[in-house]
């Protein structure tokens, strides 16, 4: 198989190729793999590539045979190395199979490597030390985003269709934003997060993955909901396909736009004009569009504080048993500057704090609850700026103590987390492009299980201003 051929394919569309007999997983396997030596050195992308996964392939199988990556944090597939993107957790091998990668398996998906993250996935840019920093392949000069910019840079470049991400503050939809892909972060208790962990930082972060085309997306929704033995809670599957949904209109829809962040953050001027298409794009499909101002509840350094103080906590006992199953210390050697701030901070959150900080979920849970009483959709900016520069996001860092890299990450992508600490189901669309060739994507968020709305949304904005033959600098199909 050529690679100008595998890559012009979505994950359905190989699986389709292979089921009609036109390719064998042999075939696609060999041309991921050139795929990734490719273009995977001007990248820095993918971290490891391993034998194909050796489960018997099931022909019916939504992505029977597809090459497929995982991101190095979250899941676990036994026998493979996840380190967290962290000198501290260098060589951890997992011994078991995550429920998420039981799913991917049950899905066909042939996972045959994994990609980079930022150290404990705590940034929304990709430059870890353990492995170096992912470029962008639209410009490598540029941040592919984060924290799954290792997955989003995999995919945009062609090396595989769809990749696993995270998104626990935008982890999704950022590197999606900053690479042209389509990201989709689904509500609260879709996927699971166990047998290792019932929620990832209490509730602020989910699992699924970056994609070309919406419809492998909404497939691979479908491949990883299920009911887990044990599960803390669930958001329970609606009585048809999430794949069904990309096809159907959506209907006239009330859409808010929100232009000016809640930080207080004005997009710049080719993002800003970006949103400004998007709006008339909507008024054309006949969507009712109107400017609104949401509420979160809380002031925007308490919404931060109170983020800091669930992500740093959590992070403490994280680390903790990274380092005593290395039997390695906690310090600069194994952390970067920022990380350790992050621990240091997290070990002195009380009780009381973390109960506090959980207070602050509520209230701005209970206010996207009514703005999504009188909006179907909320519209913003994916990202204020198109990606910044690499070294830009880590400037000063060991300057910072864990408070206030969380700052960081907030004022680099403010319109993101609200979706996290709601529970939302909330996507980046690929919908614009700068005059200097950069991405822009544009996020639509629901309410609480209104999953399907915003799928949607997205095949009827995919029909309507279609970017699947957009193709970046570094492009496996070009070799």
């Known amino acids: 198989m050529q690679l100008h051929e595998y890559t012009s394919f979505d994950g359905l569309g190989l699986a389709q190729l292979l089921r009609q007999g036109d390719v064998s997983a042999a075939e696609l396997h060999d041309a991921a793999r050139r795929a990734c ?64 990668m039981t799913q991917f398996r049950k899905a066909g998906l042939a996972t045959f490597g994994r990609t980079s993250t930022p150290e404990m996935a705590f940034a929304t840019t990709t430059e870890p030390v353990l492995y170096g920093a992912t470029r962008n392949p639209w410009n490598v000069s540029l941040s592919a985003g984060g924290s799954s910019g290792g997955a989003a840079a995999a995919v945009a470049a062609g090396i595989v269709p769809l990749a696993h991400a995270t998104d626990a503050a935008g982890s999704i939809r950022v590197p999606a934003a900053s690479t042209g892909l389509f990201g989709f972060k689904p509500s609260r208790g879709r996927v699971s997060n166990g047998p290792a962990m019932d929620e990832i930082f209490s509730g602020l972060g989910v699992q699924l993955g970056v994609s070309r085309t919406v419809r492998d997306s909404a497939a691979l929704l479908d491949c990883v909901q299920a009911i887990m033995p044990g599960e803390p809670y669930v958001t329970n599957p609606p009585g048809h396909s999430w794949l069904s949904q990309v096809s159907m209109a959506p209907g006239k829809l009330r859409i808010g736009v929100q232009r000016i962040a809640s930080n207080g953050a004005h997009p710049v001027p080719a993002v800003d004009a970006a949103l400004q298409g998007t709006v008339r794009l909507l008024e054309n499909l006949g969507h009712h569009v109107e400017e609104v101002s949401p509420a979160l509840g809380v002031s925007w350094p308490a919404f931060v504080q109170a983020n800091a103080s669930i992500w740093c906590a959590n992070l403490v006992p994280w680390i903790d048993g990274l380092a005593q199953e290395s039997g390695r210390a906690v310090s600069l050697d194994t952390l970067e500057p920022a990380t350790l701030a992050c621990y240091r901070y997290g070990q002195t959150v009380s009780a009381v704090d973390f109960v506090a900080a959980l207070d602050v979920r509520n209230t701005v849970t209970r206010h996207a609850g009514a703005l999504f009483g009188q909006y179907d959709v909320l519209l913003t900016p994916t990202m204020p700026d198109v990606p910044w520069p690499l070294g830009r996001y880590g400037e000063n860092e060991e300057q910072l103590d864990g408070l206030g890299w969380t700052a960081r990450l907030f004022e680099h992508s403010p319109y993101t987390p609200l979706a996290n600490v709601a529970g939302l189901p909330a996507m980046s669309v690929p919908l614009a492009m700068s005059n200097e060739g950069l991405p822009i994507g544009m996020q639509f968020m629901a309410g609480y299980g209104q999953d399907g709305t915003l799928l949607r949304l997205a095949g009827q904005l995919e029909r309507a201003a279609p970017w699947g033959q957009r193709r970046p600098p570094v492009w496996a199909g070009k070799v």
Do not use: C
């Not at 490891?48 to 489960?55: G, R, S, V």
């Not at 392939?57 to 995982?70: K, R």
């Open 37 to 100: 030596a490719a273009v995977n050195p001007q990248l820095n992308a993918v971290v490891e590539l391993w034998p194909a996964d050796a489960t018997p392939i099931d022909g019916v199988a939504p992505f029977a045979g597809v090459p497929f990556l995982i991101k190095d944090v979250a899941v676990t597939m036994a026998g493979q190395r996840s380190e967290y993107g962290s000198r501290l957790g260098a060589g951890h091998v997992a011994s078991f199979d995550s429920h998420l």
